[in-house]
């Protein structure tokens, strides 16, 4: 069965700081996988997806992520985040039928 | 292009009741979605639907139940409601399901007293 791990409940980074979130997935096949950014009391919205190709993917507002297969990751990057970065972001990994499985989500909190 | 629009986006209801969320796709999407999200339990997947067939579903009861019109829209339904319930339900719509890149909508935040 598939499965994602984010090891990180909730990470504090000051303005400007670089921030990586961390993924980690289990899943039998070539995995399709996701980040989501959630602000409160919105769905959540797409920043970056790989399907197969090239393992750095870049994404929305300024983000980056790697794929990993050695090490079952997809981490999530972004080199320096602003205020506006504040949210929950969740890894998935979707199956060949689309069925999307989401990590716990990560909180993140930007100080100033 | 409009977004996955969900209506209504609040709602409270009793124990033993039950409730009807509806979810309009993005035009020409064919493929509709449906998560559950709980501090407890987190995303969940509840099913999915593509031209109007459900093609997969999750581990939740039968009170759980969905359907998908002709023009892509889809109504899910939970009947005999119970507080558990209590979540911010989402619809996610996709072109074509082999695609898997999924756009959310904003949710229905359900309150179960």
């Known amino acids: 069965a598939q499965s994602v791990t984010q090891p990180d409940i909730h990470i504090t980074v000051s303005e400007g700081a670089s921030l990586e979130l961390r993924c980690n997935y289990s899943?039998?096949?070539?995995?399709?996988l996701f980040w989501y950014v959630q602000s409160p009391g919105q769905g959540l919205q797409l920043l970056l997806k790989?399907?197969?190709?090239?393992?750095l993917v870049q994404g929305i507002k300024g983000f980056e992520a790697e794929f990993k297969r050695s090490q079952s990751s997809f981490n999530l990057r972004k080199p320096s985040v602003h205020w506006s970065d504040a949210a929950e972001y969740f890894c998935?990994?979707?199956?060949?039928?689309?069925?999307?499985?989401f990590g716990a989500g990560t909180q993140v909190v930007v100080t100033p | 292009k409009a977004g996955v629009t969900q209506t209504p986006r609040y709602l409270i209801k009793t124990r033993g009741q039950q409730v009807t969320l509806s979810c309009s796709p993005i035009?020409?999407?064919?493929?509709v979605s449906w998560y559950q999200q709980t501090p407890g339990q987190g995303l969940q997947f509840l099913f999915e639907?593509?031209?109007?067939?459900?093609?997969n579903k999750g581990n939740f009861p039968g009170r759980f139940s969905g359907r998908q019109f002709s023009n892509s829209r889809s109504e899910m339904n939970v009947s005999t409601l119970e507080l558990g319930d209590s979540a911010l339900y989402l619809c996610?719509?996709?072109?074509?399901?082999?695609?898997?890149?999924?756009?959310f909508g904003p949710g229905t935040r359900l309150t179960v007293l």
């Open positions: 996610a719509s996709s072109f074509e399901r082999e695609f898997n890149e999924q756009f």
């Open positions: 899943y039998g096949a070539t995995p399709y």
């Open positions: 790989y399907f197969s190709g090239d393992t």
């Open positions: 998935a990994v979707s199956d060949s039928w689309g069925k999307l499985q």
């Open positions: 035009s020409g999407h064919r493929s």
């Open positions: 639907y593509f031209s109007e067939t459900q093609r």
